[in-house]
């Protein structure tokens, strides 16, 4: 039997993986008021610490309240963010579970209706109910979708602003327990908004070419990198390419070899994974829309960006995306296309997906992994054995 890599360790800096399982981040949109961690986020992510999974992410933090997707948002613009965090992070510890977080910005998708209530535009009704709309940034006037709050350009003191804030929002992950970050620069938010030629049209130095488009990224990176501790592993989530050929039958927009060149520049600053994802820069009018003109995916169909990244770049990535079960995942990484494996709706329906992937691997055939609490239960169905 082939030993399984998906239940191996794995080490960046300081950091041992202690398997390749990462729970991905996804927003909840349940924050308290002020971008505060309640007792819910707590349940959402400690479920995950007893499921077999080595590493646990939060959702996005978001580093500048300008940059909220929703006024549910997490946020870590704040010394008073770091103490709920904390308590989620020491629970996390205590199981043995690697505690990662995600800054991010929304960018030109700020100022929007929580999914299940449209994900439209903050309006007058919203504004009744003491959530008035805002007015966001992005890298140009452009906005993502017709309809949404038209964005304002950053200036350029703007930008230096924000990159200090990515900084002083990763002191304070640090300050709050976390072991890894991951820095959001994918589907279309603001640092994506700056990559991509479909949405920067500046001609400033923060515009025009690949390394004017990519100067942004570069300096957040550098920024975080430069606030966390060596041995800190930096995540950076990237939309590897625009699909803008699938969605508008154009090539314009930004593409893997682009991300072969950021990926490489990353990696000279101090960033140790590409957490690979894909698409999002022009976003759709609303939920309905969304389920109505979205393309099927197929399984896996995010893994061979994460497979050319890393052999293109040479540098470890997470895949992400249709990855449905052990076998799966398994088979991604002894064909070495990525070096994580990050579950995330699939985590929602099954939290103790790592440990059942375990079990579909031959891994954990007598329940050992599981916490004993569980475990000796489960051991007990099974020698007592249930009637056909």
């Known amino acids: 039997m082939i030993e399984s890599l998906l239940f191996s360790p794995f080490q960046l800096r300081a950091v041992t993986f202690p398997n390749r399982i990462v729970i991905a981040p996804m927003q909840m949109y349940k924050s308290a008021p002020d971008g ?43 010394d008073q963010h770091v ?26 998708k700020s100022s929007r209706q929580r999914p299940w209530e449209g994900l439209g535009p903050l309006g007058e009704a919203e504004a009744a109910k003491g959530e008035p709309p805002w007015q966001p940034v992005s890298s140009t006037d452009s906005s993502s979708v017709a309809g949404w709050h038209r964005p304002r350009a950053m200036s350029v003191a703007e930008i230096e602003a924000l990159v200090a804030a990515y900084g002083a929002s990763a002191r304070r992950a640090v300050a709050a327990g976390f072991d890894a970050i991951d820095i959001h620069a994918a589907h279309g938010y603001l640092i994506h908004s700056f990559l991509s030629p479909v949405a920067n049209q500046r001609n400033d130095q923060y515009g025009g070419d690949l390394q004017g488009r990519m100067r942004i990224a570069l300096e957040i990176a550098a920024s975080v990198r430069a606030n966390l501790p060596d041995g800190t592993p930096l995540f950076f989530r990237l939309s590897c390419v625009d699909w803008r050929k699938d969605l508008d039958n154009r090539t314009d927009g930004w593409t893997i070899e682009d991300s072969f060149v950021l990926a490489r520049e990353l990696g000279a ?48 990535t997470m895949a992400v995306g249709v990855i449905l079960d052990g076998p799966q995942a398994e088979a991604i990484l ?26 579909a691997l031959g891994v954990d055939p007598d329940w050992n992994k599981w916490p004993p609490s569980y475990g000796w239960w489960l051991q007990l169905r099974d020698a007592i054995g249930i009637e056909a």
């Open 269 to 316: 600053r101090g960033v140790d994974l590409i957490d690979c994802s894909s698409g999002g820069i022009r976003a759709e009018n609303s939920m309905m829309d969304y389920k109505k003109t979205r393309t099927k995916l197929k399984r896996g169909h995010q893994v061979p960006y994460a497979e050319a990244i890393r052999r293109e770049a040479g540098i470890p």
């Open 36 to 78: 505060l961690a309640t007792d819910w986020h707590f349940q959402h992510l400690a479920k995950y610490a007893i499921g077999g999974a080595g590493t646990v992410m939060t959702e996005g933090l978001i580093v500048d309240p300008i940059g909220r997707n929703t006024y549910g948002d997490l946020g870590i613009w704040s």
């Open 334 to 359: 002894q064909a070495k296309q990525a070096d994580l494996i990050a579950i995330g709706r699939e985590a929602l329906t099954d939290p103790h997906w790592g440990l059942h992937a375990a079990q």
């Open 83 to 108: 103490a709920p965090l904390r308590r989620i992070t020491d629970f996390l510890h205590q199981q043995g579970v690697v505690a990662a977080a995600q800054l991010h910005h929304a960018g030109p």
